[in-house]
């Protein structure tokens, strides 16, 4: 199975603050990497597809870019409703859709 | 709106038995691929299972292959999970989720339920 990667597993950062999550993929996935947001109490968010689609609704703060192995989410000006943990998830090796292991991100 | 909402989660004994419903409404849930994603507690997301539109493609995750069965009734507009053998790890939050799909086939989870909760103690 492909194994994902995050890095870091969790930071600390400042409201306005930009921020990056890195997610590697043990072997090449193509674009077929996706993004969700998932909030304590909150029902999972999809945040971006295809490495760098954003989902309609999601705010244009959010940014997805990568291909291969290495992948990576920006979020820019840093919102404290953006407390949550982050996880990638690659879709190309199916049957099986790996998750990483999520990034905490606090404020 | 789309909306999904899963229930039969509860407490149950090693080795028991389950079953989980989820119910689809405001989208035409015979047209999507269906999955099962599940949280342990302070554990990070896992996937499970999948179901194509018609049934006639499943997949599961090693954890729960061969104990855990998945399937829908189009009609009805629901997903389920069997789950058999239940083991203290199967633990968690269990969430359905809508699986989307571009033209280039990417798929991804685009509507999920608020999810249900499975003790194994």
């Known amino acids: 199975d492909v194994q994902m990667t995050q890095s870091p597993s969790s930071l600390s950062a400042s409201v306005g603050d930009t921020v990056t999550i890195t997610c590697r993929a043990s072997e090449n996935i193509n674009d077929y990497l996706n993004w969700y947001q998932l909030k304590s109490g909150e029902v999972p968010k999809l945040l971006i597809y295809a490495a760098s689609t954003l989902q309609s609704g999601v705010p244009s703060r959010f940014s997805g870019s990568g291909s291969g192995t290495d992948f990576t989410l920006t979020i820019k000006s840093l919102l404290p409703e953006d407390i949550a943990t982050y996880y990638c998830q690659q879709t190309y090796r199916t049957p099986r859709y790996t998750f990483g292991q999520g990034t905490k991100v606090e404020i | 709106q789309e909306q999904l909402v899963e229930s039969g989660g509860i407490w149950v004994k090693p080795g028991g038995s389950l079953r989980l419903s989820c119910a689809a409404s405001?989208?035409?849930?015979?047209?999507?691929?269906m999955s099962w994603i599940r949280q342990a507690p302070g554990q990070g997301l896992e996937w499970i299972s999948y179901?194509?539109?018609?049934?006639?493609?499943?997949n599961y995750a090693d954890s729960v292959k061969g104990r855990f069965t998945i399937s829908r009734d189009n009609a009805d507009n629901s997903l389920y999970l069997e789950m058999n053998n239940l083991r203290a790890d199967d633990t968690a939050v269990y969430y359905c989720?809508?699986?989307?799909?571009?033209?280039?086939?990417?798929?991804?989870?685009?509507?999920w339920g608020k999810g249900t909760t499975v003790t194994v103690s």
């Open positions: 405001g989208f035409i849930f015979s047209n999507y691929y």
């Open positions: 989720a809508r699986d989307a799909m571009t033209s280039s086939y990417h798929y991804y989870m685009d509507v």
């Open positions: 179901i194509s539109s018609s049934s006639a493609y499943t």
